[in-house]
């Protein structure tokens, strides 16, 4: 046990990040282990759950979990090149985050000493409140994408990759710190296995799962059970929110209005027309095309960002860089669209195929009670489908 190892405090800075060149041969290095061609984050990514979806959960079988309100990340379980166990997080820009100082150790299945390499674990880094304040820093676990250098498991369906993860991973490191509970406080963050419910189950994950989160939520994860894992956008992962809580993340383009001096800045020697920065600018949304030539091309959203003028001295106050930053967007009760946070952690805004279905799914809403009207009918396909089980 490092002395100097301790739990994280800040999710979003949740270790070292890897500098140009050690970044650039873990991607090609992650790449090579999925049998991939392209170094981009392999993560799966959900699509915004719409109406069409409901016939979707009747046809065929789906996990359903919380989305944590945490930040993405995939565990990458490697050995340095001292031959020592050492661990990554991977963010959604493909940035990696080296757990230094950290006590983290996965043992093999009857091997204590041992420990996994070449593995990928999907999932989320939250931070969890105690009981008596303060807050516990949670790895919650989606998905299992290559297991100590097999990766055909990605081909294998969601039930097989999170059953692996429990036997092979969970089991042992739960072992280990049942017989060293005192080391768990040193861990980087514990690490525990998101709690999966057939579809059906909408009822109990509104009225029990969500209530007693001890950390914030975000909405519904419908996961298809039998699908293999897929790279970038997966049309069998749905992400349910509730209509009202649809949101879009933009890049912001600020175009500050130009206007003539006045009598007193004549006087302070202004005489030409000039750039005014106090007063609220016009914002407009830019919604991401994808790359063309190596560049990121965009398209202006047909409806702008409403700032009001307290909301804008904020932001003054914040100092912070504002120009074309990436924000999270939702739509108010005129139909405004409002900045409800920065995503720093994105490194990109949403793609126009992304914006196009959560448009979809703000139109053509589907609210808690469509789901829970809807679980009975999923129950009874569920269990044709599977022999009554």
């Known amino acids: 046990m490092d002395p100097n190892a301790h739990p994280i405090v800040d999710i979003a800075n949740p270790g070292i990040k890897a500098e140009y060149e050690l970044a650039k041969n873990l991607r090609a290095e992650v790449a090579r282990l999925l049998g991939r061609g392209q170094i ?43 031959n020592r166990e050492c661990q990554y997080l991977i963010d959604r820009k493909n940035d990696y985050w080296f757990l230094h100082m950290r006590n983290m150790h996965f043992p093999l299945p009857g091997n204590p000493g041992a420990y996994h390499v070449d593995t990928l674990i999907d999932g989320e880094l939250v931070l969890d409140d105690l009981p008596k304040g303060g807050k516990e820093p949670k790895f919650l676990v989606f998905d299992l994408l290559c297991l100590d250098g097999k990766a055909d498991l990605l081909s294998r369906p969601l039930d097989k990759r999170l059953g692996y993860f429990k036997e092979q ?22 690490v525990e296995m998101k709690e999966m419910q057939f579809s059906y189950g909408i009822e109990m994950m509104f009225r029990q799962v969500l209530p007693s989160l001890k950390h914030e939520n975000d909405g519904l994860i419908f996961t298809c059970r039998t699908s293999p894992y897929q790279f970038g956008t997966d049309q069998h992962i749905l992400k349910w929110k509730a209509p009202h809580e649809n949101t879009v993340d933009f890049r912001m383009k600020l175009e500050f209005p130009t206007v003539e001096p006045n009598e007193l800045e004549r006087a302070e020697g202004i005489t030409e027309p000039f750039v005014d920065y106090d007063s609220v600018p016009k914002v407009k949304l830019l919604v991401f095309l994808g790359n063309e030539g190596g560049q990121p091309s965009y398209d202006i959203f047909p409806d702008p960002l409403y700032i009001t003028e307290d909301e804008w001295e904020k932001l003054k106050a914040m100092e912070d860089p504002l120009q074309m930053r990436i924000v999270e967007c939702c739509l108010d009760d005129e139909k405004r669209w409002r900045l409800y946070r920065f995503r720093d952690d994105k490194s990109e805004a949403n793609h126009v195929s992304t ?28 269990k044709k489908r599977n022999g009554g089980h």
């Open 40 to 82: 981009n984050f392999p993560g799966a990514q959900p699509v915004s759950f719409a109406r069409r979806h409901l016939t979707e959960l009747k046809k065929e079988d789906y996990y359903v979990c919380e989305k944590s309100d945490g930040i993405r990340y995939l565990l990458y379980l490697t050995s340095d090149e001292h």
């Open 169 to 190: 991973v969970m089991k042992p490191y739960k072992q280990l710190f049942a017989e060293y509970p005192d080391e768990q406080k040193y861990m980087a963050f514990t």
């Open 355 to 382: 914006v196009k279905s959560v448009l979809e799914s703000i139109k053509d809403g589907v609210s808690e009670e469509d789901l829970l009207s809807t679980a009975p009918s999923i129950k009874i396909e569920w």
